[in-house]
């Protein structure tokens, strides 16, 4: 009912930059919050940022000054502007979206992934 398509990630080295886009389409009546969260290897996956449809955002203390989420309404789409990478950043990033569907029934979708991988 409401696909994500990532797009963005890939090999970078450390000081560099990459923006994530993460495009939602389907049903969907209103979007009340979409995200991007993270999973490196033998850990769990942790909120890196989220955006809500009041504008609000939140970022991950590790990644304030360094990472900007955005949004597009009218396409349904999310940003992770990716600054100053580090090592530490390496993971694959997932998008999330959650909202409501025509005929009000809630939704809760999550992206397939996209590696970030910060190396020299």
């Known amino acids: 009912q409401v696909q994500l398509v990532e797009s963005g990630g890939g090999l970078v080295q450390p000081g560099g930059s990459l923006r994530l886009s993460c495009a939602a389409s389907?049903?969907?009546?209103?979007?009340?919050?979409m995200g991007w969260y993270r999973q490196a290897p033998g850990k769990q996956r942790e909120l890196v940022a989220v955006i809500t449809s009041f504008e609000s955002t939140n970022h991950l203390d590790s990644v304030k000054g360094r990472f900007t989420i955005s949004k597009d309404n009218a396409k349904n789409t999310v940003n992770l502007q990716m600054n100053s990478l580090k090592p530490e950043d390496t993971a694959v990033y997932y998008c999330?979206?959650?909202?409501?569907?025509?005929?009000?029934?809630?939704?809760?979708?999550w992206g397939q992934g996209t590696q970030v991988t910060v190396s020299s």
């Open positions: 999330n979206a959650n909202g409501r569907l025509t005929g009000s029934s809630r939704f809760d979708a």
């Open positions: 389907g049903t969907i009546f209103s979007m009340n919050a």
